[in-house]
């Protein structure tokens, strides 16, 4: 993401604090009363987006305090206003009298959107998105000139820029989505995290686990945990826990690139873990038709099994490396860290029985908010103000631009990829190289996201895997929402899978550490993040809701066995330092323990009670010095 700007002067400050503000009370509003009208929620939506996006990021990084790039800005500015404005006025004609009939007006004001939502996104987020655009805009309209899969009849311009302005581009599904789910929770992050809500998680993760071996680790495990599944962003979760909890990592001897990169894989995995995902999970309710509390409650046990995963590999590593926690006289007490803010931790319980209640997600980080409000009037020290609302609205109105600024430009690349035909074109294709193999498909999945996801947000990942991909995993049996959740699980596999791992990399500048080799170490961390998704297609009883709980028991219950079986053989140590033999036995065991068969499940088992009497007895041994002697 791109460096805002830092030469505004007042004037512009206070117009940005202004529209910021009310951008998050407007929406804020709306998710406890309910939408004025669809057109003006859409709108104002994209509208001040467009508009902060231009005030707070410059055209040129060269050239920030150009006085060519102010003119720039203003003309932006202009366009902005005048294409999301005219669509504003002209929705409801358009759809009730004239669909299908465009005037000049607006193919021009359709034409200067496209315009400004590439050059939005260019600011804010890089090249890459436009670029991509860029080129699905090519691939429709020269449709007739291309070769191969590319080849279509074409799409006249007109008709282009109709479906990009008023049928399902730009103001289409992803701005209603964005705009109706992530700006509520983003509010209701900021007020959990002005109100000490923040503080106190951050806290409790350390009184918990900071004194165990390699406790700064696990600290990073549980709090980006926490803070990943109220703020449901990778690289955001990063940089607010990783500032803490990297610098701890490498106070007590872990290196730079693993403390980096265990930040990084706990933080990525902050957006799969309910009760608050991150914005793809949104955009997946809505493209399955599918409620958002089912979706949180199918993605539970996989979330906690992942973050299980996570917290073995790091705790054998500091074990295998002698590595100690922190003392605990320099860690918040839990006693006093319950007494300060017990009442935060209900904040979760509220949000949870909103959304089992059957209210709308909006409305769940509506009533999240404002339960945290009058928790923080308990303390004087967090008791919340006028002055910490206005920031709380601002800071949530600005924050909404690393996903907002997206907005505009993937609903082009939706829009072509349906005109075009290309999402059932490249469905078909990928049905074809796995020749109806379902094994062989989902590897060729993971292997399209991992580089469709190179440098791009995880909602844009998804948003083009759910076109290019799910359909084919549909169309050989699966359900379509576990066909989505697998393309969202290797969405979020790219922010720590190299050559491009945002996650890794936000880590690595944190750690002082080489971004590549913290990359590197991530994606062992992160294993099971590439796994589980197999276990969607395969054993569908791993969502738990919905399935027979007897089944989902078993399988959990073996995956717990062989993620340990795995950590140990990976990182060297159970109980003590492994031999060789000793881990490649615990790695040979880990497959066996989640195969379907109940003989391999039985040989696992067997392997596994055999080496952990074993290699209990013999640490015994070892730590004895008349026995060792």
Known sequence: MAKKRDNLNKFFQTIVSIIAISFSAFYFYTAGFGILSSETHRGIYLLVTFLLSILLYPASKKYPKSKILYVVDALFVAMACASVLYWILQYKEYATYRAGWTNQWDLIFGLIVMLVSLEVTRRVMGNILPVIALVMLVLTYFGPYLP?????????????????????????????????????????????????????????????????????????????????????????????????????????????????????????????????????????????????????????????????????????????????????????????????????????????????????????????????????????ETRFTLGKLVKTLKEAGTSALSVGATAGTLGIIMASLTLSGLGVKFSSLILSVGQGNLFLTLILVAFIATIIGMGLPTTAAYIIMSILAAPSLIQLGIAPVAAHMVCLWFAVISNITPPVCVAAFAGASIANAHPMKTGLNAVPLGLFMYILPFFFVYEPAIFVYGQELSVSIKIIASLLVSIACFAAGFQGWFFRNLRSWERLLFLITAPLLVSTSLFTDLAGYIIVVVMAVYTYKTAKQINNPAIAA
């Open 148 to 380: 191969g899969i590319f080849k279509h009849g074409g799409i006249r311009l007109s008709s282009m820029v109709e479906y990009y302005y008023y049928t399902d581009g730009i103001f289409g599904t992803i701005v209603n989505t964005f705009a109706t789910y992530i700006v509520p929770f983003l509010i209701f992050g900021a007020f959990l995290n002005n109100t000490g809500g923040g503080d106190f998680f951050m806290d409790l993760a350390s009184s918990l686990t900071g004194h165990i071996a390699g406790g700064p680790a696990l600290i990073a495990v549980v709090s980006s945990a926490i803070f990943g599944s109220i703020s449901g962003s990778g690289v955001a979760n990063v940089v607010a826990t990783g500032t803490f909890t990297i610098p701890m990592m490498k106070k007590v001897g872990y290196k730079p690139e693993f403390a980096g990169a265990v930040e990084a894989a706990a933080s990525s995995g902050g957006q799969l873990l309910p009760p608050i995902m991150g914005a793809a999970a949104f955009v997946l309710a809505t493209l399955t038709q599918q409620p958002y509390s089912v979706i949180a409650l199918i993605s539970f046990a996989p979330a906690i099994l992942y973050y299980i995963a996570l917290g073995f590999m790091v705790y054998f590593q500091a074990r295998r490396l002698g590595l100690r926690g922190l003392p605990r006289e320099e860690l918040p007490k839990f006693s006093e860290v319950m007494k300060k803010g017990w009442y935060y931790a209900f904040t979760i319980v509220v949000v949870v029985i909103v959304i089992s209640l059957g209210y709308s997600a909006p409305a769940t980080a509506f009533w999240g908010s404002l339960f945290v409000v009058v928790c923080s009037m308990l303390r004087k």
